[in-house]
């Protein structure tokens, strides 16, 4: 029986294709690729089960059993699945029953996303029967089959996992029972374990926080579910456990986590969304923050959601953002209970704030410019929003309790007074005893409207065109925009950058930038306070000259030059430089430098007081053969005391 | 005598070509091919080609590693030696549980292989036919399952931050968020090239680290995930154009999962030093040791 040879070749390489959803009809030239049937139920049992992650492939050996839900039943020796092939290979011995009767064969290999089922029955001789579409009852015999239909997979030197069962939901997940784990050699039992594969990203979408350490155990799960138990470790809580469970549709998708579970500190999320039609959608996000050892009555418990609502139109969509936060819904009695015997609590009791906010918003699509061809885009937005609280606590701008005010250079400890601005003079005091000072007006409510649009200019060839390696390619934007709130108080941003970048070689590409950013912030009367250059005659340390001057309108210059030197996938080396040329100008330890997240970089993307230069580099390289790491650092030049990043960051790559 | 002798040296001659011819055939009849093993059941052996031969009563059943006898049992993922003979009977099985180097070839057993059926075409298998009129079909794909260099450009929105990493999220990798970082190439481009196979249905969307800053789609909606179908080629380049990132767009907002919230906080300039700042300041005293209580 000869096969032809190109197909066979296109087969077994298809079998190789290791953890990729692939095409299966790959040997014909195939058209746009059409959805494959349904998803199927495959139940799977036998003596030894394997499970290899890296290759997602199912290996079962010694008398299996399989039932899948197209009916057909079958036992034999051997049985390899590619999940992500879909299909699956019975082999030796192998008896397949149908409703027709018990046939035996040698071998039977489903091609589930094809309907497609090739068997080797053994009668009185061999011979080859293909079932098509299902119908078991009438095989087309003789039929050529792929050259890879029964071709065993090689496997890595340890599985991921062994198990006893398993529930293979096609395209989706398969579920273990019995299973072990394998971690580094040493066997983890795990009874029942899920693994997810599905397309569907809202599997992805997570309500849990970072953490330098995460190990999922998905104990239970379907096409529609996951759920998990996380063991985690970070710097703050140390080892702990964290539950998270999903709920996924087509067009929704529901999240629940409690983090941590084993610690008196615990955030319990929410998260929903719905696509209504094809143009609404709505999604929550609450967290409910609760002090309570295991689940005794909380000490504390503060609130937050938010709501977000948007609508697509034509050309431009609108948005419904809000938020409400309630810092205490345990009410009164927890904060008498702090106040009259602060030792009996381990945590505050939070106060009685509840500010919320909504904002309608207008955004457009970005627009072309001139015709066809026109590199020119430009796009335009606006917001009103409402903001509001009549209790108030923790005021932007509310003065700070001495000696605990400028601790770092941040403000530390706002007062607790109404409202959600303070604005302008001293209050008279109006509690006794004296309490800390606070200003006046205070604002319960404002409004805000914001205003903004962006132009910008997208790779424009300069230079020799014809030849990729001396095209030069020009890119700009310019966005504007201005909040007026209603305190009356107004903050108006522009940023204009520009970059000129080039392909020197395949494995080389650079990029020069320059961007400018000014941020005004601007109150109708009285303006920013300033600081005094001098104390009692003496320079003040705290008033370098240009912070003097300063009036609440930043300027931040930047002029980059990038270098990218990629040989192979593998391998990948980036090099950027940057000078900064700000007002006011960046003096050493005097502004707080921003915090940090969880991998290593700046929350702001620009921020008084960074160091004039900066050096970064970044490697990332193949350490094993599904693993990248990545390693960047930055150097500052001996800025005050700063010369290195506070930490080298480190990112293991899955590939 | 002359034709006593004559007889006998052509009777040696005939006798000697017939040993000759008789060596010859015995030393070409042997055919050897190794592969895996399917099945080995009701008097065949089958391969995972999928081929079923006849097996001698008496096969011969060797290590392949060290030629003696063995305790391996032929199966399902056994790999074997395969020595036939003339009629194509499997006469010598020679068994290892790893892979054997390769050694002859299937098409010259193939047709040793047992069949009950006549060989039909397999409509599945066979090119498609193009369109009436067309010489070529306008898609014709191949999928070889080869590597090929797929190169990923994506034009960033102009507000995303300069010090942004951006990244590629995949169901390749569970759709973890950091799965792929990306190089700026400019200041609206980001590139990174990746191998992957042909054949492969590569869906992703591009983020900035998290879920909770990935991309939307132009009408501000969450998206469905870009997908490319990875056909042969040597190299291949995929731009693509995020119009937003879902914590940049109006109203959106970066979920904090365990941070709480500050709802009203218009602050251009978080990290100004004390004393310096927009009306409604504390002013601190120049000595706060000696400062009173306000």
């Known amino acids: 029986m000869r096969r032809p040879l190109l197909l066979t070749a296109v087969f077994c390489a298809l079998v190789t294709l290791g953890t990729h959803r692939v095409l299966a009809q790959a040997a014909a030239p195939a058209a746009t690729p059409t959805p494959g049937p349904a ?56 008896t397949l029953t149908t409703t027709s009767g018990t046939v035996h064969g040698a071998a039977i290999a489903d091609f589930l996303d094809f309907s497609r089922i090739y068997f080797v029955p053994v009668t009185t001789e061999p011979d080859r029967w293909t079932f098509l579409n299902g119908d078991l009852q009438h095989p087309a015999k003789g039929r050529i089959m792929p050259g890879d239909a029964f071709s065993f997979p090689q496997v890595g030197p340890q599985p991921s996992l062994t198990a006893s069962s398993a529930v293979v939901g096609t395209r989706d997940y398969v579920r273990f029972s019995g299973a072990t784990g394998n971690l580094g050699g040493l066997p983890i039992p795990l009874g029942s374990y899920v693994v997810n594969f599905s397309s569907n990203q809202y599997f992805a979408q997570n309500s849990l926080t970072g953490a330098n350490f995460d190990t999922t155990w998905n104990f239970a799960g379907g096409p529609n579910a996951l759920s998990a138990l996380h063991f985690r470790y970070d710097t703050v809580n140390y080892f702990y456990l964290a539950f998270e469970q999903h709920l996924v549709g087509d067009h929704e998708y529901a999240i629940f986590s409690v983090n941590p579970i084993s610690r008196a500190g615990k955030f319990y999320n929410f998260q929903l969304y719905d696509r209504l039609g094809s143009r609404f959608q709505i999604q929550d996000f609450t967290q409910l923050y609760v002090y309570q050892y295991n689940l005794s009555a909380p000490q504390a418990a503060t609130q937050t959601s938010y709501i977000n609502a948007t609508y697509a ?55 072309r410019i001139g015709g066809s061809g026109s590199p020119f885009y430009e796009q335009i937005y606006g917001a009103y929003g409402f903001n509001h609280d009549s209790v108030g606590a923790n005021q932007y701008l509310q003065g700070c309790t001495v000696p605990k005010c400028g601790l770092g250079g941040i403000y530390a400890l706002p007062l607790q007074v109404p409202g959600l601005q303070a604005y302008g003079a001293a209050c008279n005091y109006k509690f006794q005893p004296k309490p800390p000072i606070y200003f006046c007006p205070v604002y319960t409510t404002i409004y805000d409207q914001v205003l903004g649009f962006t132009l910008f200019a997208t790779s424009i060839k300069l230079g020799d065109q014809d030849n990729p390696y001396k095209t030069f390619f020009l890119n700009a934007s310019l966005n504007e925009q201005e909040q007026w709130n209603s305190l009356p108080h107004r903050i108006r941003q522009t940023i204009a950058q520009a970059s000129l970048s080039r392909q020197f070689a395949r494995q080389v590409n650079s990029y020069l930038s320059y961007a400018i950013q000014n941020t005004g912030d601007y109150y109708l009367r009285g303006g920013y306070t300033t600081c005094s250059p001098t104390i009692n005659g003496q320079p003040n340390p705290a008033c370098p000259p240009g912070l003097d001057s300063f009036r609440g309108v930043a300027t931040w210059h930047t002029l980059s030059l990038g270098v990218n030197y990629v040989p192979s996938p593998e391998f990948n080396f980036s090099i950027l430089a940057r000078h900064h040329a700000d007002f006011p100008p960046p003096v050493p330890n005097l502004y707080a430098q921003p915090p940090l997240n969880v991998l290593g970089q700046p929350l702001y993307a620009t921020y008084l007081g960074q160091p004039p230069n900066d050096l970064s580099g970044d490697v990332r390289f193949k350490l094993l053969p599904h693993m990248m790491v990545d390693v960047s650092r930055t150097y500052f030049f001996h800025y005050g005391n700063l010369t290195w990043s506070p930490q080298t960051v480190i990112q293991v790559l899955p590939i | ?61 060797h290590d392949a590693k060290t030629g003696g006898a063995t305790t391996i049992v032929p199966g399902p993922r056994i790999w074997a030696r395969a020595t036939f003979d003339a009629s194509g009977t499997v006469t010598e099985l020679d068994l290892s549980r790893r892979p054997l180097p390769p050694e002859g070839n299937f098409d010259d057993v193939a047709r040793f292989a047992v069949a009950l059926s006549t060989p039909a075409p397999n409509p599945d298998l066979l090119p498609q036919t193009p369109a009436p009129g067309q010489t070529l079909a306008p898609e014709f794909r191949h999928f070889s399952g080869k590597p090929v260099l797929v190169t990923f450009v994506a034009e960033v929105p102009p507000n995303t931050p300069f010090t942004a990493a951006v990244y590629i999220t995949t169901d390749a990798s569970g759709w973890n968020a950091q799965a792929i970082p990306m190089d700026r190439i400019d200041t609206l481009h980001f590139q990174i090239t990746r191998r992957i196979n042909s054949g492969t249905i590569f ?30 080629a040597d190299v291949r380049a995929v731009r693509d154009t995020v119009y937003a990132w879902i914590d940049s767009t109006n109203g959106g907002y970066n979920q904090s999962p365990t941070g709480l919230p500050t709802p009203y906080n218009p602050a251009p300039f978080p990290n100004l030093p004390p004393g310096v700042g927009p009306p409604g300041v504390a002013t601190p005293c120049a000595h706060p040791p000696r400062c009173p209580p306000q």
């Open chain 1, 39 to 94: 998803p199927a139920l495959v139940r799977l049992t036998a003596d030894h089960m394997e499970f290899y992650y890296d290759q997602f492939l199912i290996e079962a050996d010694g008398h299996v059993r399989v039932e899948a839900s197209d009916g057909l039943v079958a036992t034999g020796d051997a049985f390899s699945m590619d999940l992500k092939l879909n299909r699956y290979l019975l082999a030796g011995h192998v």
């Open chain 1, 313 to 367: 139109l034509p050309h431009s969509y609108l948005t419904a953002a809000s938020n409400l936060t309630n810092y205490n819904i345990l009410g009164i009695n927890p904060l008498l209970q702090q106040t009259f015997f602060p030792n009996s609590v381990k945590v505050g009791a939070g106060n009685l704030s509840h500010p919320s906010y909504l904002q309608i918003g207008w955004s457009s699509f970005q627009n």
């Open chain 2, 1 to 61: 005598m002359d034709r006593n002798i004559t007889s006998v040296v052509s009777r040696l001659l005939s006798l000697g070509v017939a040993a000759l011819a008789i060596a010859l055939v015995a030393a070409a009849s042997p055919i050897v091919v190794s592969g895996q093993l399917l099945a080995y059941q009701d008097g065949y052996v089958f391969f995972s080609t999928g081929d079923g031969f006849h097996v001698a009563p008496n096969v011969v059943i």
């Open chain 2, 203 to 232: 869906r992703y969307l591009y983020d900035r680290g998290s879920f909770q800053s990935v991309e939307v789609a132009e009408n501000g909606l969450q998206r469905a995930p870009r997908e490319v179908i990875v056909a042969d």
